[in-house]
């Protein structure tokens, strides 16, 4: 079976995006090929998110911040926006078929303490394995009652 190609997008593609498709990828690496972008990439991964990700057991520090455009010229089938704006400024990619939007806080913008910071991270982390490990299993059913 080809593997179905998701984009996770969200405006910075520092945080959000990054764990998104590190734990998609991690759930279901067997049947998508997971990508993410942003409408303004930051141009790094945050520290705090690899790390939040490191917890679990997930590596993402070799990925890097890309923009949205960069996936134009590819079979995207699903976009998936985690922020707001990314879903506003978000284009329809050649042979999309689905779009969907999960919007979560930005941990980035948490102004506390450091162990604030990093609960942020944490909590985020958390709710975005909650979706996407749930959208994972989902798939997975219909493909099994489809045969």
Not at 45 to 73: C, N, R
Request: net charge negative.
């Amino acid at each position: 079976m080809e593997k179905k190609r998701v984009l996770i997008l969200c405006t910075g593609n520092s945080c959000r995006s990054h764990m998104a498709e590190g734990i998609l990828r991690n759930v279901a690496g067997d049947l998508f090929e997971v990508h993410s972008a942003g409408s303004q990439p930051a141009g790094y991964v945050h520290p705090k998110a690899i790390t939040a990700l490191e917890e679990i057991g997930i590596d993402i520090s070799s990925h890097e911040s890309k923009h949205m455009d960069q996936f134009l010229d590819r079979d995207i089938q699903t976009v998936i926006t985690v922020c707001g704006n990314a879903d506003q400024a978000c284009p329809v990619y050649p042979g999309q078929l689905n779009r969907y939007h999960w919007g979560f806080d930005d941990p980035a913008k948490v102004e506390e303490s450091e162990s604030e910071i990093v609960n942020a991270f944490r909590r985020i982390r958390d709710q975005i394995k909650l979706v996407f490990e749930a959208y994972a299993h989902g798939y997975r059913e219909g493909l099994s009652s489809a045969n």
